[in-house]
C-alpha cells in the first residue's frame, strides 16, 4: 500500500513537517518578541529652569552650549533606538553629577542601563579630547600676568603661576598582581590625580594614570608640567605642600620656620595654596561620581576623569555657580622626610625669596 494513500498517516507527517519548519526558525526572529523601547521627555521642555540645574549641574542655555561643543563629535545612537545627541549628553552629565544608580538614571531617560554605560564612554572620549583647549596653562604674557595678580590679591604671595596638589579618585578592586600597587595609604584602590590650578579654580593641568600607592612627589617628578618649568617657559611659580620637594620653580613652606618673615611666608603660602584644595572640593561636588568608587575598565575611568575637569572648567567660563562649596584635604606624607631630600641650592632660593618679598 502506498503510504499517501492512508489519510490519517499524511495528516501526521505534514503535521511533523510543520513542527521541524518551526523549530528551525527559532531564533530567526519570526517568533522574537518585538522591542519596545520607554518613552522619552525632553528634560530642557519637562523641568523648570532651577529643577534642570540642580538635575543637570548646569543651566539649559549653557547645556546647549557644551552639546553644541559636542555635536560633531557624537552621533544619534541607533543601537539605543535613535538616541539624539542632546539627550546622550544631558543623560551621562547627570549621572555624573548625582552619581545616581546607572540603571535609574537610565530609565529617567528612556534608555537601558547597558545604553547609558556606552554613552558615557562615548561622552567621556569627546569630552577628554577638548582637553588640550579648556585645560592649559597660560599661553602667554598677559595671561600669565593676569593669574599672577589674581593669586596675589588672595595673600600677598607675588610670582605664583599654580597651585598644584593631588588627589586620590577611588575606583573599583583591581585583580592581578598589578593590583597591590593601586592601594594607597588608607588602604583604598585609587588613581592618585595630579592638578595644577589657578586662583579662579580652573584646572591648568592634570596627569590621571597613575597608582594610588605612587608618591605624589614622584608624579610631579615624571610629569611635563616640571619640565616645562625647568624649561623656563613659565615666569612664575608653582605653591605645594611639604609633599613636594622645594625647587627654584616650586615653592613648598618652612617646616620649622625661625623668624617672623618665614611665619608670614608660611600663613601666606597656606592661604594662597588652598586654592587647589577648594578646586578639588568644587570638582568633587559637582561631578559627585568623583567621590565613590568608580566602576568600569581603568582606561574609561581616567578618560572620565579627564572629561569631568573639562566640563569643570566649562562650569567656571560659564559662571556656573554652586550652591555649596567644599574645602578638604587628604593629604597626609611624611613632609619632613621630603624635605630633607631638597637640594640646598633650592633652599637658598626659597631664603631670597623670603627675605625679598617677606
Known sequence: MDLFEDDNVLHTYQNDIEEISNFRNIGLGRNRRPKVYNSRANPM??????????????????????????RNDLSVDSRGGSIPVELQVMAVIRYWGRHEIQEDCAEIHGMSQQTLSRLSKRVAIALASKSPIYIKMPSNLREETETI???????????????????????????????????????????????????????????????????????????????????????????????????????????????????QYNYSHIRTRNVIERCFGVLKQRFRILLEVMRGSLSTIKTTIVACAVLHNLAIDFKENLDYDSTFSDHNVDTEAIEQGSNNIAHITRNIFIENYF
Open 149 to 263: 595678580r589674581k593669586f596675589e590679591a588672595i595673600c600677598g604671595f607675588p610670582h605664583i603661576t599654580g597651585a598644584i596638589d593631588c588627589t586620590h579618585i577611588k575606583i573599583r578592586k583591581v585583580g592581578g598582581d598589578a593590583g597591590q600597587y593601586y592601594v594607597n595609604r588608607k588602604g583604598q584602590y585609587s588613581i592618585n590625580t595630579q592638578v595644577v590650578c589657578n586662583a579662579d579654580l580652573k584646572i591648568c593641568d592634570i596627569v590621571c594614570h597613575w597608582r594610588g600607592s605612587t608618591h605624589d612627589a614622584r608624579i610631579w617628578r615624571e610629569s611635563s608640567i616640571k619640565r616645562r618649568f625647568e624649561d623656563n617657559e613659565f615666569m612664575g611659580k608653582l605653591l605645594g605642600d611639604s609633599g613636594y620637594p622645594c625647587t627654584p620653580y616650586l615653592l613648598t613652606p618652612v617646616l620649622r620656620p625661625r623668624t617672623e618673615s618665614e611665619q
Open 45 to 70: 521642555e519637562e523641568l523648570s529652569e532651577n529643577e534642570f540645574k540642580h538635575r543637570y549641574r548646569f543651566s539649559k542655555e549653557n547645556m546647549e552650549k557644551i552639546i553644541n561643543i559636542l
